[in-house]
């Protein structure tokens, strides 16, 4: 199964260094007066007085910018890329994070003109075509999680969390209670006690079993009706299925109390099982992991929230909305995916609204004020049609468009309507797999996963015995007995080229060396990364310095990790060795040839 790797250093035909010189001192400190990237062409309109024209804003020194002509700036950068890691040059299994392969594809219809540069001010009427976008998502994403409604604003997982307790929150104060607390297992991710304290709810944690899923009997001891809601992140972080989790669900909700899930993992389980169908009342997604949008230095991300009808009328303003004669309640749930093979999500049936707004509650306080704006009516002024723009007042039947009129929302929780390259990506990515392609993507994560497992037990501490799901969390404990511990074995794993695991996390296990391949990975990578695992099991017995002491193939050694937590230098500032000469006057008569502030 797994290839033989030679140690302590493997013979390879080596590699063309990419430059004599190893080393990249910045742009700053390359820079040389008066060398430029571009020439502007002569002036060919009338010239004007930029001093009079800008007055007091005018500047009369040059920015401190670097000064470098274009090939040394290509250069530069793109000698310096040559010095990441990244997932486009082999495995990444940063557990926790589905570090998984981005198709190019995604990004191909992200580029698509009339969608990369839609503009958020864009009147409804003529911003259909994106507007589309977003709804069939949206109608995707309930369809794969079960649940009712969703908002698309949140911008990462964190912000999904913080919303989805905002909902909570605003739910439980309509019931004349905000409640008090919110149950966290320790095997949760370490966001959600964060997101619990910044809502203002006192965080309990939660003991988990020997399987590392919830003990029911704590549970049922913990909840009463001070509990706002449990936060349980399934699968959990160290790979388990919450297998009781209908049960849960109960317990919580004979309580009063409701069950939010971190549904950041929903890589192990899309396609497969459906949190609305198992107690769920409300939860985030990251289109960041589970969908394929670029991150880790790649994109910004994107956290939706997804919840039950009873939820509704609190979601983030403004909701999209599809103008319509009939409101019927029954089209308030998404139309199925149907799983038929070849089929894809965009064979769907004529849709429904995207959610209805007259479900009919009974009048809740305010939870957050909204903006003045949106007190007052004056949807213009937030980039919303207004009422002649034929789109507001149902005047079209069919249209998509924002509704900012929901009395009992928790507010924006972000500019505009979300990460909209992400949108576009994610929904990429779901129709181009179509159900059964998720479902299959979902199963060989969780066999890779596996198979990583298998191939590591006999050399490597497994803590949790349960079954793995996307991820498999071991422990260093057999190493630690040697002297060699979780971060010295993920920084050797660079000399075999490969990413680090995820060091030292979840807290729960010890010394954890968390590992997440993804589906992304053929046969042939696991088992090289397999080899170079057991490589190191044995390095630790035989030559536990060469391990202790890694990387070695890296342009830099071991960092002061310490130090550089402590006193992070965030700052580049001029040295003697700086060229730079600042400030510099501006050349008199030459404004055409200078960079811009
Ligand atoms: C289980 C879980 N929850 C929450 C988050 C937080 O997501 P983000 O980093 O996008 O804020 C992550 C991030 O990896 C996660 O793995």
């Known amino acids: 199964m797994t290839q033989q790797i030679e140690t302590p250093v493997r013979k390879t035909l080596g590699k063309v260094r990419p430059h004599q010189t190893q080393n990249e001192s910045l742009v700053f400190e390359k820079s040389s007066p008066g060398k430029r990237a571009y020439k502007m062409p002569p002036l060919d309109v009338p010239a004007v007085d ?109 912000h999904g969390e913080f919303t989805g307790i905002l909902l909570v929150r605003a739910w439980h104060e309509s019931q004349g209670n905000p409640r008090r607390k919110i149950l966290i297992p320790d095997s949760a991710h370490g966001t959600n006690p964060a997101t619990a304290a910044i809502c203002g709810y006192q965080v309990e944690n939660l003991k988990s079993n020997a399987e590392g899923g919830i003990d029911l009997e704590a549970l049922t001891r913990q909840v009463d009706e001070e509990t706002a809601a449990l936060m349980l992140t399934n699968p959990s972080t160290i790979g388990v299925f919450e297998s009781q989790i209908h049960k849960i669900a109960e317990i919580l909700h004979a309580k009063g109390a409701l069950l939010y899930m971190d549904g950041a993992n929903m ?25 394929s949008t670029p991150h880790g230095g790649g994109g910004p991300g994107s956290g ?22 009939a409101n019927d309640p029954q089209s308030l749930r998404a139309p199925s995916l149907r799983v038929l093979s070849g089929e894809r999500a965009g064979d769907l049936e004529p849709h429904p609204p995207s959610v209805r707004t007259d479900l009919g509650f009974p009048s809740f306080p305010r939870v957050v004020e909204e903006k003045a704006a949106e007190r007052t009516g004056d949807y213009e002024s937030l980039g919303a049609p207004g009422p002649d723009s034929g789109t507001w007042d ?33 929904l ?34 497994l803590p949790y015995k349960t079954a793995s799901m996307h991820e498999v969390v071991f422990s260093d404990k057999r190493q630690a007995a040697l002297g060699v511990k979780t971060g010295d074995i993920a920084k050797r794993l660079i000399d075999y080229g490969f990413h680090p695991y995820t060091v030292s996390f979840p807290l729960i296990v010890h010394g954890a060396l968390m590992i997440e391949p993804t589906e992304s990975e053929s046969l042939e990578e696991l088992d090289l990364f397999i080899a170079a695992m057991r490589s190191i099991a044995k390095e630790v017995e035989d030559t536990p310095e060469l391990v202790k002491t890694a990387p070695h193939s890296t ?22 060795a700086a060229t730079i000469k600042s400030p510099q006057p501006l050349p008199a008569g030459a404004p055409e040839n200078l960079p811009t502030a």
């Open 304 to 325: 939706p929230v997804a919840c039950k009808a009873f939820l509704e009328p609190f979601l983030p303003t403004p909701v999209l909305v599809r103008n319509s004669a």
């Open 50 to 158: 930029p001093a009079a024209l800008l007055g007091a804003a005018h500047r009369t020194t040059l920015a401190e910018l670097p000064e470098l002509s274009e090939i040394e700036i290509i250069r530069h950068f793109t000698r310096l890329s040559t010095w990441n890691y990244a997932i486009d040059l082999g495995m990444y299994p940063l557990g926790s994070c589905t570090m998984k392969y981005n198709p190019r594809v995604n990004e191909l219809v992200a580029r698509i003109e009339g969608l990369a540069e839609a503009h958020p001010y864009r009147p409804d009427s003529r911003a259909q075509g994106i507007l589309e976008v977003f709804d069939l998502l949206q109608r995707c994403l309930i369809e794969i999680t079960g649940m009712d409604v969703i908002t698309l604003q949140p911008a990462a997982g964190a």
């Open 428 to 461: 990429a990515y779901i129709l181009a797999n179509g159900p059964d392609g998720l479902r299959q993507t979902t199963e060989d994560a969780v066999l890779n996963a596996n198979y990583i497992r298998h191939g590591l037990e006999d050399l490597y501490e």
């Open 267 to 291: 890589n192990a389980l899309v396609g497969k099982a459906r949190p609305g169908d198992f107690g769920v009342d409300v939860m985030h997604l990251n289109l960041h992991k589970t969908f």
């Open 394 to 426: 149902s005047k079209n039947p069919g249209q998509l468009t924002w509704d900012y009129n929901r009395p009992h929302s928790v507010g924006r929780v972000r500019a505009f309507y979300g990460n909209t390259g992400m949108f576009i990506r994610a």
């Open 555 to 576: 342009r830099v050694s071991r960092l002061d990790e310490v130090q550089a937590a402590r006193k992070p230098i965030l700052r580049w500032k001029p040295t003697e």
